[in-house]
């Protein structure tokens, strides 16, 4: 895991919580990043800036009994860290095993 998140090919991961309004809806495995290759420059203002963040996305893997009832919306992910980030929810992916366990993934964004 990287100390910073902000250059492309940055990558976040580990064992968190998913939160809503404070409350905890389920512990999950996350892999967050920032695109290592990009084909595009960011400059709506007119001055040259890197803000790569806004790009960032990844994966969320919950237990099958958890995603049952995840809706497709904004969360709070506390980190392994405990920082906090707000992702969006973009749709569940598939179903997969993780460390030998049953988990369901979703694609999310970094809000």
């Given at each position: 895991?990287?100390?910073?998140?902000?250059?492309?090919?940055?990558?976040?991961?580990?064992?968190g919580a998913?939160?809503?309004?404070?409350?905890?809806?389920?512990?999950?495995?996350?892999?967050?990043?920032?695109?290592?290759?990009?084909?595009?420059?960011?400059?709506?203002?007119?001055?040259?800036?890197?803000?790569?963040?806004?790009?960032?996305?990844?994966?969320?893997?919950?237990?099958?009994?958890?995603?049952?009832?995840?809706?497709?919306?904004?969360?709070?992910?506390?980190?392994?860290?405990?920082?906090?980030?707000?992702i969006h929810?973009?749709?569940?992916?598939?179903?997969?095993?993780?460390?030998?366990?049953?988990?369901?993934?979703?694609?999310?964004?970094?809000?």
């Amino acid at each position: 895991m990287t100390a910073s998140f902000i250059n492309p090919g940055d990558v976040l991961e580990g064992r968190g919580a998913l939160l809503q309004h404070g409350r905890l809806i389920a512990g999950v495995d996350y892999q967050l990043t920032i695109p290592g290759q990009t084909h595009f420059l960011i400059n709506p203002s007119g001055n040259i800036r890197s803000d790569y963040e806004e790009h960032a996305g990844g994966f969320i893997l919950l237990s099958p009994e958890d995603a049952e009832n995840l809706a497709l919306t904004e969360y709070t992910l506390e980190l392994v860290n405990k920082h906090k980030r707000t992702i969006h929810v973009e749709r569940r992916y598939k179903n997969i095993q993780h460390k030998g366990e049953a988990r369901v993934s979703f694609w999310v964004k970094v809000v």
